[in-house]
């Protein structure tokens, strides 16, 4: 892998580093750390492959260019969403393919978080799909589509799959990402206890083999920073500049099983961020000087997600702190506790866009500062209706994207489509959060001024 890159399109002053040998153990991908950047400054890169038995013979470029990371003084922006390739919607070019990845594209948001669902792992898709007015939705179909992964080639091939996409390469071209993952990279609604018996479309049925499977492909295929021999966690933080630090969280790895979430003390079957990622980020937080705090999740706080007669999220229903809801009330405790301002969250998972303020008036528990989350998505999958709401937060909706009447998960074809931008004014500090459909028109916008 030979990277060239410069500060400027005709590439003046050249800079070059080499890059590793992409192979079959790492599924022909390759990645390099390109450190002590300018900051501030639109980056321009190119990367070619040198044949190994003949060091004469290089590919062609892929080339493109992104922002680095501000030392102050600029507005910055960025975008989220989730859900790729789901519930049976694939790429289809007669309709235009992954179209909502062009319209994030015409946004330039400087980065993109991507709050999980990358692929859909256990999506297998269908050639043909009848649409409710008759016509006929072609999926592209490749092996790796044709069944569920299990193996590491099969979970390669779903990220595979949606790079045979040229909004996605586009996009992937031009726009830094800070992707994280939930359940549809390994099976819906995993958890590492899990086990497949009654599942007749696994051969492999323990899900701790599945998702060692899945978690390699996706480091392979996603941006994440990763030294030598290490396995790096999925949570990690994204400082960019003094208005703003993100922080990803990894709500898969460290969960316990999914139950009835109703448990009155804290134990290995509450855990779902788990101790470690939960002191990290309080440590995080409480070191943090940016003005705005991001906490970037795969799942919701308020919305009550089930798995059958269990729960999938934090939410349990209502009432006081139980279950996973003991983790977050000890964080949103010692948030209040350190008087750590401007803390938003931003979530996907449900797959429509919403906004909620959550606040200790109205709260089952009260020891936390008033805060917002705010959910976008899908990307290219199908849509949710709006999810009920637990109470133990506090949880108010300010906006929802769908209507409560929806029927069961439209396609993409419906338009019903939705990602999320922020911006942060560089001179007042303002946060603007807008949520955006497929077209790309804002459909709630709200400004939150900064705490000082």
């Given amino acids: 892998m030979l990277v060239e890159w410069s500060t400027t399109e005709s590439f003046q002053n050249i800079q070059h580093a080499s890059g590793p040998v992409a192979r079959d153990s790492s599924g022909f991908t390759a990645r390099i750390d390109l450190s002590n950047l300018p900051q501030g400054q639109r980056i321009f890169y190119r990367v070619r492959f040198e044949d190994l038995s003949d060091t004469r013979n290089i590919s062609l470029p892929a080339t493109g260019s992104f922002l680095s990371a501000p030392p102050g003084g600029r507005n910055i922006s960025f975008a989220w969403a989730a859900d790729v390739v ?199 937080l409480a070191t943090s000087t940016a003005t705005w705090k991001v906490i970037a999740s795969d799942m919701p706080i308020g919305l009550i997600v089930r798995d059958g007669e269990n729960f999938e999220a934090f939410a349990n229903g209502g009432g006081p702190p139980l279950g996973r809801e003991l983790e977050l009330a000890d964080l949103l405790r010692f948030v209040k506790q350190r008087q750590i301002r401007n803390v938003v969250w931003v979530t996907a998972d449900v797959h429509y866009c919403a906004a909620h303020h959550y606040d200790p008036q109205r709260a089952q528990f009260k020891d936390f500062l008033p805060f917002w989350e705010f959910v976008a998505g899908p990307i290219h999958a199908g849509t949710g209706a709006p999810g009920a709401l637990d109470d133990t937060f506090g949880p108010d909706v300010r906006f929802t994207g769908v209507s409560p009447s929806l029927k069961p998960m439209p396609g993409p074809w419906g338009g019903l489509q939705f990602f999320g931008m922020v911006r942060i004014n560089a001179a007042t500090r303002v946060m603007t959060v807008r949520l955006h459909n497929l077209a790309g028109d804002t459909i709630y916008s709200t400004d939150l001024e900064p705490q000082i």
């Avoid at 594209?105 to 999980?116: E, N």
């Avoid at 999926?139 to 099969?154: F, G, Q, Y």
């Avoid at 990803?248 to 139950?259: H, K």
């Fill in 86 to 284: 789901g519930q049976g919607w694939g790429i289809n070019p007669e309709w235009g393919g992954l179209k909502m990845f062009e319209t994030m594209r015409r946004a330039q948001p400087d980065f993109f978080v991507h709050c999980g669902d990358t692929i859909y792992a256990d999506g297998v898709l269908e050639e043909n799909v009848r649409l409710p007015d008759g016509t006929i939705w072609k999926n592209v179909v490749t092996p790796a589509k044709s069944k569920v992964a299990e193996t590491l080639d099969e979970y390669r091939g779903n990220h595979l799959y949606n790079m045979l996409d040229e909004h996605v390469r586009r996009f992937n071209a031009e726009v830094p990402q800070m992707p994280l993952w939930d359940d549809h990279e390994v099976r819906n609604n995993w958890y590492p206890q899990q086990t497949l018996e009654q599942d007749d479309r696994y051969t492999i049925k323990s899900v701790a083999t599945l998702s060692a499977n899945a978690r390699r492909a996706f480091l392979e295929h996603v941006p994440i920073r990763i030294g030598r021999g290490d396995v790096p966690p999925i949570f990690r933080s994204c400082p960019y500049g003094p208005l703003l630090d993100v922080f990803a969280l990894d709500l898969r790895t460290y969960r316990g099983p999914n139950s009835r979430n109703n448990q009155p003390s804290p134990s290995p079957a509450t855990a779902f961020a788990g101790r470690a990622q939960v002191g990290w980020l309080k440590r995080a």
